[in-house]
């Protein structure tokens, strides 16, 4: 079983759309996140919920807007697609970061590619 | 902000060679770890080792942690081609409750 996973696994959209990426995570976890990585690799928190609610907002644009159903579930929606917006868009689940033990497990990203 | 800086930011060896990665970071942190990502896939977990830990092993990884330098390095020894992937280190500040990530390390392994 994949204990996160998120779907797409590809999006190709024009600019202007809206569109929403989905994330699972069957490990238990409190905590779960998303982060951007660009094409350069770098890796940039963007949110991060704990049970349900959100503890981090790394200054991203409101056109982003996650969404919690429940704790094993982290939706990303995004709004009026910019072409800067293309990156892939990973999920991530732990259990409390706040503790020195914890360690993150990945979904296999979501590569967005706005035309 | 990225916390971690990795060094290099590319590497290629043949196999059979250790590869060693290097991560700086800035603030005092909970615990390290380092992670590895293959081409188009996500991030898996290596290893982590805890602030009061100097270093830590896992079958042919070996990290370090310096805090006085507030730097880390990982040895992967006996590389093989299937060790080809980017690296990269990840740190939780003390207070923070989330997981920020060095730029990485592309390692190739040249059979």
């Known amino acids: 079983d994949t204990a996160v996973s998120q779907t797409p696994k590809y999006l190709v959209t024009q600019m202007g759309n809206d569109k929403s990426i989905k994330c699972e995570q069957n490990l238990g976890h409190d905590t779960m996140y998303w982060y951007k990585q660009d094409s350069k690799k770098f890796l940039k928190i963007m949110f991060s919920?704990?049970?349900?609610?959100?503890?981090i907002n790394e200054t991203v644009p409101n056109r982003f807007s996650p969404k919690s159903p429940d704790k094993a579930h982290l939706n990303l929606h995004i709004n009026s697609l910019e072409l800067g917006d293309s990156a892939v868009y990973f999920c991530?689940?732990?259990?409390?970061?706040?503790?020195?033990?914890?360690?993150?497990?990945f979904g296999q990203g979501t590569r967005l590619t706005v035309v | 902000s990225q916390q971690g800086e990795e060094d290099p930011q590319a590497l290629s060896i043949q196999e059979g060679e250790n590869a060693t990665m290097n991560c700086s970071y800035k603030t005092s942190i909970n615990n390290l770890q380092w992670y590895r990502q293959n081409s188009g896939r996500g991030l898996v977990h290596l290893i982590l080792i805890r602030s009061n830990e100097r270093e830590k092993h896992s079958g042919r990884l070996r990290v370090t942690l310096d805090t006085s330098k507030k730097s880390s390095s990982l040895l992967i020894t006996a590389s093989r081609a299937a060790d080809t992937a980017s690296y990269f280190c990840?740190?939780?500040?003390?207070?923070?409750?989330?997981?920020?990530f060095g730029q990485g390390t592309r390692l190739t392994i040249n059979p």
């Open positions: 919920y704990n049970n349900k609610e959100l503890i």
């Open positions: 991530a689940s732990s259990q409390d970061p706040g503790t020195a033990y914890t360690e993150a497990f």
């Open positions: 990840a740190t939780i500040s003390q207070g923070a409750q989330k997981l920020v």
